[in-house]
């Protein structure tokens, strides 16, 4: 038998079992956090949506942050479509400069697509008319200039319809570019117009427009082959093929 001793030493041996550590709630909070977070982004997600839908979104003005420092401005010129400036400015960097500018309201250019038979391959609206500054006629996307303080997405609505009879229910914009920033402040505002509604077109005295429907593989053959010499057209059909290349072929 041990002695009390013994029973006593082997007792102080015997240690208490450790408490379990109870996790701290901080990965818990964390994890809580990033489903919040992903069940609000589908839902900003589905209104974007159906706001683009409803009325389509419009462009954003872009915020330049280094702009000249305007010394002088004289309008040596005055038409119905634009006004010609004679600007004495700084540029950017300090260097001093004279500009002759044409001024514009800027315009809106409507890539207009039946996608009901094909979404692959839409049908596109173009037109032919003719442009005496080219001294030809050209095959072009429709298009017009905005009135002053005119929203981009309302003017684009307008000129189609007024061009064309048609009207779209849904909108996007594609691009925003400058055709020849060297001398015209002329934006040109590129939207996407589906699910085309055919009505009776609407265009100005001076306007003799041909239109017509051609399926986009055929209007990249045309440009192919040099028929199309318009820059809006070259630049939204090539921009938008590229964009869509990839989707078409899934």
């Known amino acids: 038998m041990?002695?009390?001793?013994?029973?006593?030493?082997a007792a102080t041996k015997v240690r208490k079992p450790k408490e379990a550590k109870v996790a701290k709630p901080k990965k818990a909070k964390v994890a809580a956090k990033r489903k919040v977070a992903e069940a609000?982004?589908?839902?900003?997600?589905?209104?974007?949506?159906?706001?683009?839908?409803?009325?389509?979104k419009s462009f954003k003005p872009v915020d330049m942050k280094e702009r000249a420092q305007l010394l002088s401005s004289v309008v040596v010129y005055q038409g119905p479509l634009f006004r010609i400036l004679h600007d004495k400015l700084i540029e950017p960097g300090g260097?001093?400069?004279?500009?002759?500018?044409?001024?514009?309201n800027g315009?809106?250019?409507?890539?207009?697509?039946?996608?009901?038979k094909s979404k692959k391959n839409p049908w596109i609206v173009i037109e032919r008319q003719y442009r005496h500054a080219a001294n030809q006629f050209l095959w072009e996307l429709p298009a017009g200039k905005l009135e002053p303080g005119e929203d981009a997405l309302a003017g684009a609505k307008r000129e189609l319809a007024e061009e064309t009879g048609y009207s779209a229910k849904?909108?996007?914009?594609?691009?925003?570019?400058?055709?020849?920033?060297?001398?015209?402040?002329?934006?040109?505002?590129?939207f996407l117009a589906e699910g085309l509604v055919a009505g009776d077109a609407r265009p100005e005295e001076d306007e003799k427009i041909e239109f017509r429907l051609v399926k986009l593989s055929d209007l990249l053959k045309m440009i192919d082959k040099g028929?199309?010499?318009?820059?809006?057209?070259?630049?939204?059909?090539?921009?938008?093929?590229?964009?869509?290349?990839?989707?078409r072929k899934k």
């Open 2 to 9: 041990p002695s009390k001793n013994e029973v006593k030493a």
């Open 40 to 56: 609000v982004k589908p839902k900003k997600a589905d209104k974007a949506r159906k706001a683009e839908k409803k009325g389509g």
């Open 95 to 104: 260097h001093p400069s004279e500009r002759d500018v044409i001024r514009h």
């Open 107 to 116: 315009s809106v250019v409507i890539m207009a697509m039946d996608t009901s």
């Open 170 to 190: 849904k909108w996007k914009p594609l691009v925003e570019y400058y055709a020849s920033p060297g001398f015209l402040g002329e934006s040109m505002k590129v």
């Open 227 to 247: 028929a199309i010499l318009d820059g809006k057209t070259l630049t939204s059909v090539l921009l938008y093929e590229r964009k869509t290349a990839g989707k």
